[in-house]
């Protein structure tokens, strides 16, 4: 079982251009994604959040339902559901403004027990950001470690939601020695301002690197590196691309029994070229329709 921890929102995804273009809803957010995207590849998923009461959180949990999420870690409140209007460029890369203020996920707190058969943690975006929910998942990231499970860690970093970039950057780099693998993208590392052998030195046994249509790159404490292009693709927009990576290196990983520090390490060139392969290849299915759309397992079969 994997358990992504973190939020789920509402994207507002303008229909045309102009300020004033319609916005359509659609159901995301950083951790939310990666969870539908696991349960679709086939992957024992669950997610754990607390998600409001109104009707845009029935319809999040209805969508993790449909797609094989376990859903009895959420837990629910009367808060309204935080809302992200996107603003997508002419490559289909997206930006995000946020309305949080109040919400129902702000106010996660850490449960009592995870699901039995937990193997991995995925942590990430905005849920990292906002108090006091913040603290209770960082809570929940070291705990996890301590016990000797899988912790996977994507910043997803949404400038606009952090106040104080330096206590951000070092309340990031307090995170690393509880991390197994860390997944970033070009831009979050450089707003970040590290390096990935800087990283790997920290406490990750890998760091995977998206850079968009170049593809990823991973590199492991051995000091190997290892490169996939990007897979060609027409390109709707890129929302929930990043995620969908994220989900594609934990299903990958757990397929080969290497959701663990030593055997993350273990893992050759061969296996990195194939497992990145893979997250290319899911990434571009996700770019290649409008919103956050994750392929399903069997979209992916040669």
Not at 92 to 116: C, I, K, Q
Not at 129 to 157: C, K, M, Q, W
Not at 253 to 275: K, M, S
Request: with cysteine; net charge negative.
């Amino acid at each position: 079982m994997i358990v992504v921890a973190g939020e789920a929102l509402i994207d507002l995804v303008p229909q045309g251009t102009g300020p004033l273009a319609a916005l359509t809803p659609a159901l995301g957010g950083g951790p939310y994604n990666t969870a539908v995207a696991l349960g679709r590849l086939g992957s024992p998923t669950a997610f754990c959040s607390r998600v409001s009461r109104d009707a845009f959180g029935e319809a999040l949990l209805e969508r993790l339902r449909a797609s094989g999420v376990d859903v009895s870690p959420v837990r629910r409140g009367p808060e309204p559901t935080t809302l992200a209007v996107a603003t997508v460029d002419a490559d289909g890369s997206a930006a995000y403004s946020f309305y949080v203020e109040g919400t129902a996920d702000r106010l996660f707190t850490a449960p009592a027990a995870l699901p039995p058969g937990t193997r991995a943690l995925s942590f990430g975006t905005c849920s990292l950001v906002l108090e006091p929910g913040a603290s209770a998942y960082e809570g929940l990231l070291h705990e996890s470690a301590a016990r000797g499970l899988f912790t996977a860690l994507d910043p997803n970093i949404r400038a606009g939601l952090i106040p104080d970039p330096d206590a951000y950057r070092a309340r990031f780099a307090s995170w690393l020695p509880s991390v197994s693998l860390l997944k970033l993208s070009a831009e979050d590392a450089e707003w970040l301002g590290g390096t990935p052998r800087e990283w790997l030195a920290a406490g990750p046994a890998a760091v995977v690197v998206t850079r968009g249509a170049q593809g990823l790159t991973a590199y492991t404490r051995d000091g190997g590196v290892h490169e996939v292009p990007g897979e060609r693709v027409e390109v709707a927009d890129t929302i929930g691309t990043g995620d969908t990576v994220n989900a594609a290196l934990l299903h990958g990983l757990a397929e080969r029994d290497a959701l663990g520090a030593r055997a993350l390490a273990a893992l050759g060139p061969r296996e990195w070229t194939a497992l990145l392969g893979f997250a290319a290849r899911a990434a571009a299915v996700t770019c290649s329709r409008p919103g956050a759309e994750p392929p399903w397992a069997h979209e992916l079969r040669p």
